[in-house]
């Protein structure tokens, strides 16, 4: 039975989040469709623009994500304090970005003189879209809701779009991440739709890899912060070489007709996040099927399920395929 979003996501504990989403009726909606002979990519291309879109928008980063044929791959770190800081006015005209809002917001917008009511009213709605664009929920709604009606008018069709609602499982900590960033950026080699992370359309990897030729980091991904924390404090705690190093090593691996091991670099990372390199490429091939609930050490999955008053013990057995004992 599907548990409520507010049982699955916990900004107390952390901040990072894995969702994917699913197509409905036939296979590869957003692909190669085999029954009709018609090719479908350029939703993935419409998918990819919506996404970085809503970057611009939320006070949601996005760490990592895979545009597939049919299904989506995100890991989103939500920035509360971001939303906190933004002042009335921003809010607004973040939300305005995607919706019309009220008269009031309007008014507001345009810079007119509010009655005492209606500024009563303004600081209860700058409330509410404040708290919904720091939102995982509202994010994908923007996110799928768009790409649905898309679709649809271009089928000539109604109906359902995705299956349902998006899945959602909470990173509890360093090595969560960098495990899952890593399954989602290989999503295509494991399909074998590319055969490198550079060939990997709408993937994070590849706008990561071709900003690095530049001598930089995309503007809207979350960037890579290394050992700088005290000077960026928001970013992933990883170099951004040493992580893209471990991609392609891991990817070599993947592939068949390659041959491939994890340098000396890449398992001194795995060293530090105290990851057995047996355990790795379990962990980026198989982690959708390993890990069906919050994602951590044993310490940190404890933490996370008394303060959601959830039962560990169904996710603690997944705990020994990411950590070294």
Same mark, same amino acid.
């Given at each position: 039975?599907?548990? %409520?979003?507010?049982?699955?996501?916990?900004?107390?504990?952390? %901040?990072?989040?894995?969702? #994917?989403?699913?197509? *409905?009726?036939?296979?590869?909606? #957003?692909?190669?469709?085999?029954?009709?002979?018609?090719?479908?990519?350029?939703?993935?291309?419409?998918?990819?623009?919506?996404?970085?879109?809503?970057?611009?928008?939320?006070?949601?980063?996005?760490? =990592?994500?895979?545009?597939?044929?049919?299904?989506?791959?995100?890991?989103?770190?939500?920035?509360?304090?971001?939303?906190?800081? +933004?002042?009335?006015? $921003?809010?607004?005209?973040?939300?305005?970005?995607?919706?019309?809002?009220?008269?009031?917001? &309007?008014?507001?917008?345009?810079?007119?003189?509010?009655?005492?009511? $209606?500024?009563?009213?303004?600081?209860?709605? *700058?409330?509410?879209?404040?708290?919904?664009?720091?939102?995982?929920? +509202? !994010?994908?709604? #923007?996110?799928?809701?768009?790409?649905?009606?898309?679709?649809?008018?271009?089928?000539?069709?109604?109906?359902? !779009?995705? $299956?349902?609602?998006?899945?959602?499982?909470?990173?509890? /900590?360093?090595?969560? *991440?960098? =495990?899952?960033?890593?399954?989602?950026?290989?999503?295509?080699?494991?399909?074998?739709?590319?055969?490198?992370?550079?060939?990997?359309?709408?993937?994070?990897?590849?706008?990561?890899?071709?900003?690095?030729?530049? @001598?930089?980091? %995309?503007?809207?991904?979350?960037?890579?912060?290394?050992?700088?924390?005290?000077?960026?404090?928001? @970013?992933?705690?990883?170099?951004? &070489? /040493?992580?893209?190093?471990?991609?392609? /090593?891991? @990817?070599?691996?993947?592939?068949?007709?390659?041959?491939?091991?994890?340098?000396?670099?890449?398992?001194?990372?795995?060293?530090?996040?105290?990851?057995?390199?047996?355990?790795?490429?379990?962990?980026?091939?198989?982690?959708?099927?390993?890990?069906?609930? %919050?994602?951590?050490?044993?310490?940190?999955?404890?933490?996370?399920?008394?303060?959601?008053?959830?039962?560990?013990?169904?996710?603690?057995? #997944?705990?020994?395929?990411?950590? =070294?004992?």
């Amino acid at each position: 039975m599907p548990r %409520p979003r507010r049982s699955q996501v916990s900004v107390e504990d952390t %901040p990072m989040y894995h969702c #994917c989403s699913r197509v *409905v009726r036939r296979a590869f909606l #957003c692909g190669d469709d085999k029954f009709s002979g018609k090719n479908y990519d350029h939703r993935r291309a419409w998918v990819e623009a919506q996404l970085l879109k809503l970057v611009e928008v939320f006070a949601i980063d996005v760490a =990592a994500y895979a545009v597939m044929s049919n299904h989506l791959h995100l890991v989103l770190s939500i920035d509360i304090y971001q939303a906190n800081r +933004w002042s009335d006015v $921003e809010v607004i005209s973040h939300w305005h970005q995607l919706f019309k809002g009220t008269d009031i917001t &309007q008014k507001f917008a345009q810079g007119e003189t509010l009655e005492d009511y $209606e500024q009563l009213q303004l600081s209860h709605t *700058v409330a509410l879209y404040r708290s919904r664009l720091s939102d995982i929920s +509202w !994010f994908m709604r #923007c996110l799928n809701e768009p790409i649905a009606r898309q679709a649809n008018q271009e089928d000539n069709c109604t109906g359902r !779009f995705w $299956e349902g609602r998006f899945k959602s499982q909470a990173l509890l /900590d360093e090595a969560a *991440v960098l =495990a899952c960033m890593a399954y989602v950026d290989l999503n295509p080699i494991r399909a074998k739709m590319a055969s490198t992370p550079e060939q990997s359309d709408h993937t994070s990897i590849q706008l990561r890899i071709r900003a690095t030729l530049k @001598g930089e980091q %995309p503007s809207n991904l979350l960037p890579f912060i290394g050992n700088e924390r005290k000077h960026q404090p928001k @970013g992933i705690a990883f170099s951004l &070489q /040493d992580y893209l190093e471990l991609i392609d /090593d891991t @990817g070599r691996i993947i592939r068949n007709d390659k041959r491939g091991a994890i340098s000396a670099n890449s398992a001194k990372l795995l060293t530090r996040l105290n990851i057995p390199q047996d355990n790795w490429l379990k962990l980026t091939t198989e982690f959708g099927k390993l890990f069906h609930g %919050p994602v951590g050490t044993l310490q940190e999955l404890t933490r996370f399920c008394e303060h959601l008053e959830k039962r560990r013990r169904h996710f603690a057995s #997944c705990c020994q395929h990411l950590k =070294a004992s």
